[in-house]
């Protein structure tokens, strides 16, 4: 499945255009050739992949562009780095040029320099004392080095992945997409996940098939489903959920590592 990022790249020669596919967390380069059977050089191919990445949906609020702009540093990085690409397919048009599919993976080095900073994550629902397991008071303030843990209900269910329907919400995609609670408290985003699993893999993956999230290694054949209530951000990126769902999802220690190993899948259309 592959998403268009807002501003796309059309070639001249060609109604094909660069775009991010979510789905493979990578971006596509289309190069035409008209009859020399030589590819575009290696830097403009790069910089046609660095302005299709820039026009992508960060998170919420920024674009990657924007992003890059207020973070100079990482910026000039980027433009650095050396890029693996490989070619995925070529096609043999009926006017006699010859189109070729480039992907450039984002998992891995470009990721990693564009993560966001992570911040300590709140649980939601009950939550329980890590030493004795005993319910934790509410409202109360754990001491500095204590992480309160879910309360242990002996629900023996055992999730495989965590998939958030979306269907029919338009939602959009993004590299750091949130899941919020009507109130906007964070039940699944960076800060709830390893970073090592979200430069692999993503934070999340996009389906829109439910038998394709299912058939996922992702997410596996028995995910809790949750449904979303709508979409929210600057860029309608965010999905939200209700407060009863959030505490479903914060409700074992199970399901805090499925988010940490990022086996979380958001089903559009």
Same mark, same amino acid.
């Given at each position: 499945?592959?998403?268009?990022?807002?501003?796309?790249?059309?070639?001249?020669?060609?109604?094909?255009?660069?775009?991010?596919?979510?789905?493979?967390?990578?971006?596509?380069?289309?190069?035409? *050739?008209?009859?020399?059977?030589?590819?575009?050089?290696?830097?403009?191919?790069?910089?046609?992949?660095?302005?299709?990445?820039?026009?992508?949906?960060?998170?919420?609020?920024?674009?990657?562009?924007?992003?890059?702009?207020?973070?100079?540093?990482?910026?000039?990085?980027?433009?650095?780095?050396?890029?693996?690409?490989?070619?995925?397919?070529?096609?043999?048009?009926?006017?006699?040029?010859?189109?070729?599919?480039?992907?450039?993976?984002?998992?891995?080095?470009?990721?990693?320099?564009?993560?966001?900073?992570?911040?300590?994550?709140?649980?939601?629902?009950?939550?329980?004392?890590?030493?004795?397991?005993?319910?934790?008071?509410?409202?109360?303030?754990?001491?500095?080095?204590?992480?309160?843990?879910?309360?242990?209900?002996?629900?023996?269910?055992?999730?495989?992945?965590?998939?958030?329907?979306?269907?029919?919400?338009?939602?959009?995609?993004?590299?750091?997409?949130?899941?919020?609670?009507?109130?906007?408290? *964070?039940?699944?985003?960076?800060?709830?996940?390893?970073?090592?699993?979200?430069?692999?893999?993503?934070?999340?993956?996009?389906?829109?098939?439910?038998?394709?999230?299912?058939?996922?290694?992702?997410?596996?054949?028995?995910?809790?489903?949750?449904?979303?209530?709508?979409?929210?951000?600057?860029?309608?990126?965010?999905?939200?959920?209700?407060?009863?769902?959030?505490?479903?999802?914060?409700?074992?220690?199970?399901?805090?590592?499925?988010?940490?190993?990022?086996?979380?899948?958001?089903?559009?259309?």
């Amino acid at each position: 499945m592959r998403y268009f990022v807002p501003l796309l790249v059309v070639l001249a020669a060609s109604a094909a255009a660069d775009s991010l596919d979510f789905s493979s967390q990578s971006v596509v380069v289309v190069s035409i *050739d008209s009859g020399t059977r030589t590819l575009q050089s290696t830097d403009v191919l790069k910089e046609r992949m660095l302005q299709t990445l820039r026009a992508a949906y960060y998170d919420r609020d920024w674009t990657v562009g924007s992003y890059l702009s207020s973070h100079s540093l990482v910026q000039r990085r980027l433009e650095r780095m050396n890029l693996t690409s490989e070619r995925l397919g070529t096609k043999y048009l009926s006017d006699g040029t010859v189109s070729t599919e480039i992907g450039f993976p984002l998992t891995g080095a470009v990721l990693e320099l564009i993560l966001p900073v992570r911040s300590t994550p709140h649980l939601l629902g009950r939550t329980a004392c890590p030493c004795c397991g005993q319910p934790w008071p509410e409202g109360k303030e754990p001491p500095a080095g204590v992480e309160l843990v879910p309360y242990d209900t002996g629900d023996p269910s055992s999730y495989t992945g965590i998939l958030i329907d979306a269907k029919g919400l338009e939602s959009r995609p993004a590299l750091f997409p949130q899941v919020v609670t009507e109130s906007g408290d *964070d039940v699944f985003s960076t800060d709830f996940a390893i970073p090592e699993q979200v430069t692999q893999y993503g934070l999340v993956g996009y389906f829109y098939d439910r038998n394709q999230a299912l058939t996922a290694e992702r997410i596996g054949s028995n995910p809790l489903v949750v449904r979303a209530l709508a979409v929210a951000g600057t860029n309608y990126c965010d999905l939200v959920i209700s407060q009863a769902d959030a505490a479903r999802v914060h409700g074992s220690k199970s399901n805090l590592e499925l988010l940490s190993r990022c086996r979380v899948g958001f089903l559009v259309d």
